[in-house]
């Protein structure tokens, strides 16, 4: 009987899935055919308000250009992509064993956390022109930027989790005359991976964000670099067209830490809401 119920729910599931892509399909063609329409109908400049062909012909002139060409989508991509796990992979784990420390020792939360809170009331925006400054026009720069706005995230959910720790748990590891770091790897760390991982998703996108930042702020290479000369060339439809790469991309990018998060925290069955910045 339970194999059934499984079976069912599978089955369920499954057609939920593939009935909200055949309605996300339609809402998108919907969207591009009125944009299409509306467009050509009241003769809008294409400097304003491309049509969605021009826009169509702009990514694949982008996308099929030499891989090595300064004209290229994928040669800027690749290095916002590269500035963006970089500094994900940074501000990570710094926000994982900073909020690691404050949750274990309440006299490192009461000395960090109010210059924290300060810093990061800060806006992300203003301190890029200082990141150019101390690393210069190359990727370290963007990777700082990025690690920045991905560590308040991943930091302030983390926290969260392993401060929620139920506290039967930690009255039976009392019991049981376990360690400081004993109770912290069997009970709090995986209490919190669900908030860990709601912080990451939450992180990835925000790293994304930042590189694309710091390129408009001073860069030599990137999608930010890339869509400042569009602009200066009122390419709009070029303009447009890396938008909807970055769109994919970004989709892209939050669809693996999801599929990561699923496959490491199998047993939580409930959505963690993520704390935002």
Known sequence: MNEYSNDDHISLKTRITNSSIFWGMITIILIVSIWEFCVRVFEMPAYILPTPTDVWFALVAGVWAPPTSRASF??????????????????????????????????????????????????????????????????????????????????????????????????????????????FWRIKLPGALPFVFAGLNLGIVYAFLGAIVAEFIGAQNGVGVIVTQLQSLSDTAGVFAVLVLLGISGYVLIAIMSAIHRRVVFWSGEVTKPVSN
């Open 74 to 183: 994928w040669f800027h991509l690749s290095i916002t992509l590269t500035a963006t796990l970089s500094g994900f992979a940074l501000g990570s784990i710094l926000g994982v064993l900073l909020a690691m420390l404050m949750a274990e020792f309440d006299a490192v939360r009461r000395a960090i956390f109010p210059a924290i809170v300060g810093f990061q009331s800060l806006p992300k925006v203003a301190i890029a022109p200082l990141y150019i400054i101390w690393f210069g026009f190359n990727i370290e720069s963007k990777i700082a930027m990025a690690a920045t706005l991905c560590f308040f995230p991943v930091m302030l959910n983390s926290l969260q989790g392993f401060l929620t720790v139920e506290n039967e748990r930690l009255e039976l590891m009392t019991s049981l005359n376990a360690g400081r770091w004993q109770t």
